[in-house]
C-alpha cells in the first residue's frame, strides 16, 4: 500500500512534445497581422532578441529593430566594459573548449562596467530609430536603471535565472522591492524569469509591463543540470498565461509574457505563442547571422559566475544574414530562416488572424510529434534534423 506522506510528481510538457491542431477554416496570409505590443511598444514581429553578448550588439539591436522586432542590450555585458568590445568576442570564439570558463570569468571580472559605455551603447542603438531595450540584473537594476532611463532607454529589463517580487541586492541587509522600483521609473519595467502560477501573478502586481517565462531550456544555459531547477516550457508558458488571465480578470490590465528559452526555430515560436505568450525571446537562431557578435557562437550570459558557472559555449555556425533569418527569403528547409514569414504562414494556415487568436487554438500532446515519419530526415540529419 502507498504511503500517503509519498512525493506527487507532476507531469509538465516542452514544445518538442505538443502539436498544433488545424481548424475549420484557413485564410489568406494578407489577413494576418503578428505584430504585439509589449510596455507600449509595438512590435511588427513578436520577437526579441536575447541580452547575450554572442546575440545583441548596437549592430544588430538595430538591424532586428528595423525588421519589426526588438533587440535587448545587456548592461553588464562585454559592450559596457570594453570601449573595443570586439578584440574581447574574437578572443572568446577563439579560446579553446578546455579554457573556456576561464577566459569568461576573467573578461566579466577584471573590467567594470562602465557607466559612460552605457551612455554610448544606448545612443548608438537609438541612432537607428529602433526600440532601445536593455537589461541588468536584480543586483544592479536600482543603479543602473535611472542611468539607463537618462541616456534614453525605452524600456528597461530586470532579469536573472529564477525571480520574485523581492530581489537580495549585495548588501546582504537590503532588498530591491520591485514595486518600488517600478514606480520610480518613467520608462517601462519588464522582468524575468519565471515559471510559475503564483510567482508569475504576483510579479504582475507590482505594476510591471511584461514578464518572461523560462527557466534552463536554452541552448547555451546549463542550470538545469547545475542545479536542477526548470519547468519545460509549454507547461510553462501556460501557467504563466493562466496568471495573465487572472490578473486581467483582478485588475483589467493585461500584463503580457514573453517565452524565452528553449526556441530554436519558427515552429517553436508558433506552438509558444499558442500556449499563451505574447511574443518571444530567442538567442540561438539569431546567434547563428552573419553578423552576429559570437562569429558563430553562442553562450550562456551565467557562465562567468565566479563561485558556480551556468552556461556553456556552443557552436551554431553561420547560416545567413540576419535580415534574411528574420524576413527571408530562406535558402533552408529547418526553420531557421525567413521567421516572419514562417508565423505569418502558420496562422494563415491555422485559421487565426492574430495573437489574441492564436492563443484559443487547440494544443495536443504529440510526443511523437518531431520523429513520425522522419526516419530518413534523421538517419541523413536533413531537414528538421539537420545539424
Known amino acids: 500500500m502507498e504511503s500517503q506522506h509519498e512525493k506527487q510528481f507532476t507531469r509538465t510538457y516542452g514544445l518538442n512534445e505538443i502539436a498544433l ?7 489568406d496570409p494578407q489577413l494576418v497581422d503578428i505584430s504585439t505590443t509589449i510596455a507600449g511598444t509595438k512590435l511588427k514581429l513578436p520577437v526579441f532578441a536575447s541580452a547575450m553578448d554572442s546575440v545583441v550588439s548596437p549592430k544588430t539591436a538595430g538591424i532586428i529593430g528595423k525588421c519589426g522586432g526588438a533587440g535587448v542590450l545587456n548592461l553588464e555585458g562585454v559592450q559596457t566594459r570594453y570601449e573595443n568590445p570586439n578584440e574581447i568576442l574574437d578572443e572568446i570564439a577563439s579560446v579553446e573548449k578546455k ?13 567594470e562596467v562602465k557607466i559612460e559605455l552605457i551612455k554610448k551603447r544606448i545612443q548608438e542603438i537609438k541612432a537607428q530609430n529602433v526600440p532601445v531595450i536593455v537589461s541588468s540584473t536584480p543586483q544592479r537594476a536600482a ?5 539607463a532611463t537618462d541616456a534614453g532607454a525605452d524600456i528597461f529589463v530586470i532579469q536573472s535565472t529564477v525571480v520574485s517580487n523581492k530581489f537580495q541586492a549585495k548588501d546582504a541587509h537590503t532588498t530591491l522591492d520591485l514595486k518600488a522600483f517600478v514606480q520610480s521609473m518613467s520608462i517601462p519595467v519588464m522582468v524575468g524569469n519565471t515559471t510559475t502560477y503564483n510567482v508569475t501573478l504576483d ?3 507590482t505594476g510591471v509591463a511584461g514578464i518572461f517565462v523560462g527557466i534552463g531550456p536554452g541552448a547555451a544555459c546549463t542550470t538545469r543540470g547545475v542545479l536542477g531547477i526548470g519547468v519545460p516550457m509549454a507547461s510553462a508558458i501556460a501557467k504563466a498565461a493562466a496568471a495573465k488571465k487572472a490578473y486581467l480578470e483582478e485588475s483589467g490590465k493585461h500584463v503580457p509574457i514573453i517565452a524565452d528559452g528553449g526556441i530554436v526555430n519558427s515552429g517553436d515560436i508558433c506552438k509558444a505563442l499558442a500556449c499563451g505568450a505574447d511574443a518571444v525571446m530567442i538567442g540561438s537562431p539569431f546567434a547563428k547571422s552573419e553578423e552576429a557578435p559570437g562569429r558563430g557562437y553562442h553562450w550562456g550570459m551565467a557562465t562567468p559566475n565566479s563561485v558556480l558557472p551556468r552556461g556553456a559555449r556552443i557552436q551554431v555556425g553561420t547560416v545567413a544574414p ?25 496562422f494563415a494556415t491555422l485559421g487565426v488572424k492574430n495573437i489574441k487568436e492564436m492563443h484559443d487554438i487547440d494544443v495536443i500532446l504529440a510526443t511523437s510529434f518531431l520523429t513520425e515519419g522522419k526516419i530518413y530526415q534523421q538517419a541523413q540529419e536533413l531537414g528538421m534534423y539537420k545539424r
Open 203 to 205: 510579479l504582475m502586481r
Open 143 to 147: 543603479e543602473l536603471g535611472p542611468i
Open 21 to 27: 491542431v488545424p481548424s475549420d477554416i484557413t485564410i
Open 99 to 111: 579554457d573556456y570558463v576561464s577566459l569568461m570569468q576573467r573578461i566579466y571580472q577584471e573590467n
Open 322 to 346: 540576419l535580415e534574411q533569418i528574420i524576413m527571408g527569403p530562406s535558402n533552408s528547409d529547418d526553420g531557421s530562416q525567413n521567421i516572419y514569414g514562417a508565423i505569418t504562414t502558420c
